[in-house]
């Protein structure tokens, strides 16, 4: 049985860039998730401990949710290029040749993302002033993140 790609009945738009708005509006949605999916972790991993609290700092749990994020957003990237708040807002990450993102590029582009973010959202608000509408971690990670449109019938 053949796998059909979750962006097959979209198109991207000659890799037409996503606009701040689009970019955070899928953030949101995506942080709402992850939150979720950690919190469902966290669960689970205070019921195996005995309904004991886990110590602020511990490294394993730190760590473990670090993991869970890196392959939360690593999974959406490298298979079909879109997270669920990507797919609401329409759009998609792509390597700079419009192709396949690989799993080293998507995890460089989960820790550039940070960078990006930690100075007040300096990388994001970059975008602005940045003449091919790009991200700091954009450039870093060298993908994009364009716009998709349904297919036209």
């Not at 198109?11 to 689009?22: G, K, N, Y």
Request: aromatic share 14%; charged share 15%; net charge positive.
């Amino acid at each position: 049985m053949l796998h059909e790609s979750p962006i097959s009945t979209l198109e991207v738009r000659h890799l037409e860039p996503a606009t701040l708005a689009r970019r955070l509006a899928a953030l949101i949605y995506d942080a709402l998730v992850l939150a979720a999916v950690l919190t469902c972790f966290t669960l689970i991993a205070v019921l195996f401990r005995g309904f004991r609290p886990i110590e602020p700092a511990t490294w394993w749990f730190d760590t473990s949710l670090i993991a869970i994020s890196v392959v939360f957003y690593g999974w959406f990237w490298t298979h079909g290029g879109q997270t669920l708040g990507m797919r609401a807002w329409r759009i998609r990450v792509v390597g700079r040749d419009g192709g396949d993102v690989p799993w080293s590029r998507a995890i460089g582009r989960f820790f550039a993302a940070w960078l990006s973010a930690l100075p007040v959202g300096l990388g994001y608000w970059w975008s602005l002033i940045d003449t091919e509408n790009l991200c700091w971690h954009d450039r870093l990670s060298r993908t994009l993140l364009v716009r998709v449109v349904p297919k036209s019938p």
